[in-house]
């Protein structure tokens, strides 16, 4: 029988030596992991205890039996907190600092207690190895020390249990829960029949192997395949043993054999049956675990069958939906489940479309899975099949927080399992809830998954030959519109009522339809050729003219003009004449199209109206608002009463140039200026200026004029009328104000504020634009003065805000000018007082500056690191080898050079001597001197300064023909130049101002080191 002493030091021995190794293993799987690492903490404790308590029990003579109980007792004290904030962490509750600050303050407190002899009087060891500790009565403070965070702990555990519904999570949370179960079962055990024995220490020892085992497996083994392989196991051992002892037992049963010859036989039997399973044991294994599944497992035996013969089944057809609805089929026939949805990805989309259904009847289903929502990111991420309760257990720990977004997967979707084929993700399965509430085993997913995988081909070709038939239908649907819009147009054109001719450029007549050729009189051959002039009158070709060039130039896309024609029996006929440029995508010119309407009988009218002017001079005295009319000399000849009564003047102060004297002083120029340039080119005007009231108040007034003609079309003047709309300009003034305020606030900004429409055109900017003034992208899109990437970039974020309604807030580099150059943008939707979207708003911050800042900052870290290494490893072995090696590898990424010289100076015999040289600086053998009088080298040596040498007559003495260029950098030691480092090119201009600072910096790291092995010379 086994002695207690025996145990009481063989039990703390094996916790010992199975903590620590628990320990080093958390450690090294713990990748920054909080849960991992406050175990660990915890382990350390449990080796504190274990150690003194085998200390103890083993009669250590290193220190005394209460220095080693103080010891254990600190250990023991600082596991209840350990476990405590452990269980906090794998809850993913972080504590916070003054739950953190309490924690340690209270074991703080304990271990100065401990340490002082507060706890423990006397620890007596008997003759027989018995140990009897004398406890105060302040001890019963580490017991509630000891109860009341174990307590807390376990209480948080159950609670958690008790309300999480995922069964992934409740299996993570059954460990720590048995653990804590089994640490108060050791402490119980302290006070029962096996106190002399450590059995808290074995109940921490096997909570420990508990809660290591849901560190890393994270879940419970699925008990039917335990079943399964342990029925196949079994099978097959017994199948081994009766190959072996079957033949044995029927030889014994003929004649009895001895000894040497059963052993010998049994070694034949043995050798045979392992050459023979040797070769088909692993076939018989499957086949006895299909067997099994047959019998035992007839569901799994059924999916089984279905996974083996569906890449077949499937292979027979290259239709998508058929595809598609045979699989869905065959799952399921095999799976209880309610519903199934396949999604396969869009040939030159951004989401995933739903391609087939089964049980999917609701009719708020999503059709649709896109690129950005997060379980299309995980799926994309994580090669395995993904459950709604695995949203609860962090499955989502990739992303950012920033980026942490709504689950967004279909409500009726349970599991999602990605559907691969060649890396890409093409598709995904969505299973629904099966018809008996309980969850899908592991077996079940891992089915699932491989199904995916063994028909993730078949269904790729399918999907690309439905696209490519699409396409193809797309290409015939196209081009029968083409043809048909041809026709249409062919038809239109024909048929029109006005008369339309297709022009080239210089104005000549192409094509054109029946209408035209009867307007004219002309024939389509007569008019072919011709020019429009030819058939205009001479007055209106003068008119014509320049706004015909301005179109053909490009700048303007259309204009209108009323002019006479003559037929072919030179009848005069007035037409509206509307010519319009037309352009390919790439704006350039093609043709004009010129659209002729026959509006002589309304000129006829024009003249039955000019009869009526009496009539008109009725109407106007009685108008609202004040009216004028003037000769084609801008001499007024009428004003109506109501400017009569404005002015307070007589109707002859006001003829003639009498009415320009109401014009405020400091408008009159603008006004005649406008005026009289529309009158010069009989055209319509508008003006807003400022005119004097009867009252010596002067009013704001808007002046609108527009040109009169005879019927025969001679200028006769102009008419016009002017109403006040001083109210108006006040509140003008006043918005005006507010936007002035506005614009001032971000003139010197490197913020960009703008608006655009729905169609993504600029209504309202402000601040700085890319490459134009802001009064420049009025109603243009970014592709009309963007680069193309830019434009593609900050499209597809304002696509992406109109159609999800929401704001987006990202970086966007490009090329402008030749320079890279970086915009942080924010958009959001603008919507309108009923809440819909009528466009964008947004801002754009050239952050270039900033981003090239801080990658100088980058650069220059890079470069205190390299020489920090530079320091360490060469102090470590200067003068060696490997030092020189290691030396010329840290300068090459500092400055990169094509040969490396370390040169040693002796001062007195005026010598140079190589110490170690690299590349092309082979011209120098380590350890041949040359003279350093009158050399290249020596202004380094005498005067102590960096040399930045190029020119090539001073290169030719010192190196290899195709040297461009050397940094010669003198290495001080005590005071005094005890070498040179030399860096050597064999490129023109490469080495700069900065590479002689950085060569610098690398002489003062490594001239210490070298003064050591060279020594310094006067």
Sequence with gaps: MVQPVTLNILIPLTALVAHSTILVLIVRRSRGRTAHRAFAFYLLAMVIWNLGSLALHGGSPLLTPLVWVKIMSIGAQAMPVLFFLFTQYYLEKTPGRLLLAMCLGTYMVLVVGTWLGAFVDAVDVAPDGGIAID??????????????????????????????????????????????????????????????????????????????????????????????????????????????????????????????????????????????????????????????????????????????????????????????????????????????????????????????????????????????????????????????????????????????????????????????????????????????????????????????????????????????????????????????????????????????????????????????????GYTEGELRDRSVADVTSAVDQQREAPRFQELVDGLSTSYDLEKVCYRKDNEPLWVHAQTTLIQDEQETPQFLLTILEDITYQKWQEEDLAASEALFRTMAESAPVMIWVVSPDAECTYVNQQWLTFSGRSLDEELRQGWRELVHPKDRVRWATVFHRAVAAQEAFRLEYRLRRADGQHRWVLNTGLPRYAADGTFIGFIGSCLDITERKATEAQLHLSAERFRLALRNSPTMVFQQDRQLRYSWVSGPVATKAGDEVYGQTDADFLPADAAGQLTAIKQAVLEREASRHEEVRSTIGGEEVVYDVYVEPLRNAAGDVVGITGTSTDITRRKQVEAALRLARSEAEILAEISRTFVASPGTLLGYDQLAQRVQQLIPFDGLLLLQVDREQQLLTPAYVAGVSATWEVGVSRPLTDSLFAPSVQQRRTQLVTDAASLAPVGPAELKGMVVVPLVGQETVIGLLVLESCQAALYAERDRILAERVGEQIAGGLAKVWGATD
Aim: glycine share 4%.
């Design 135 to 520: 406890f105060t009565p302040v001890a019963i403070i580490a017991f509630l020390h000891w109860f009341v965070f174990n307590g807390w702990s376990a209480v948080r555990l159950a609670y958690t249990y008790r309300r999480t519904r995922a069964s992934h999570r409740r299996n993570q949370l059954r460990y720590p829960l048995l653990a804590i179960s089994i640490v108060f079962l050791g402490l119980i055990a302290n006070f029962t029949p096996l106190s002399p024995y450590p059995a808290d220490i074995a109940a921490t020892l096997v909570s420990a192997l508990l809660i290591t085992y849901a560190l890393i497996r994270h879940e419970l083994l699925d008990l039917s395949m335990v079943g399964r392989k342990a029925l196949a196991s079994t099978a097959l051992i017994g199948v081994l043993a009766a190959t072996y002892l079957v033949p044995l037992l029927i030889l014994d049963l003929l004649r009895r054999l001895r000894v040497w010859e059963s052993m010998l036989l049994s070694a034949l039997v043995a050798s045979a049956t392992a050459l023979v399973l040797a070769v088909t044991v692993r076939p018989f294994y499957d086949w006895l675990k299909d067997r099994i599944d047959q019998l035992f497992f007839r569901q799994r035996y059924a999916r089984l069958r279905v996974l083996r013969a569906l890449p077949d089944e499937l292979a027979s057809s290259l239709d998508l939906d058929t595809v598609a609805a045979v699989l869905l089929r065959r799952i399921a026939e095999v799976w209880p489940v309610r519903t199934i949805g396949l999604f396969a990805r869009e040939e030159y989309g951004h989401s995933f479309v739903i391609v087939a259904s089964w049980g999917l009847d609701q009719p708020g289903a999503p059709g649709r899975l896109w690129l950005g929502q997060s379980l299309v990111e995980v799926l994309q991420v994580r090669d395995a099949v993904i459950a709604r309760d695995d949203l609860e257990t962090g499955v989502l720990d990739h992303l950012q927080e920033d980026q942490q977004p709504s689950w967004e997967a279909p409500s009726w979707g349970e599991l999602f399992v990605p559907i691969r084929h060649g890396g890409d993700l093409t598709g995904v399965l969505v299973v629904g809830s099966r018809q008996r509430e309980h969850d899908f085993s592991l077996d079940e997913r891992h089915l699932l998954a491989t199904l995916a995988s063994r028909t993730a081909g078949a269904l790729e070709n399918a999907r690309q030959h439905t696209a490519v038939q699409q396409e193809l239908a797309k290409r015939e649907r196209a081009d029968a519109v083409v043809h048909t819009d041809e026709e249409h147009y062919r038809l239109i054109f024909d048929a029109a009522p006005l008369g339309i001719a297709r022009l080239d450029l210089q104005g000549r007549i192409v094509e054109s339809n029946r209408s035209f050729q009867e307007l004219l």
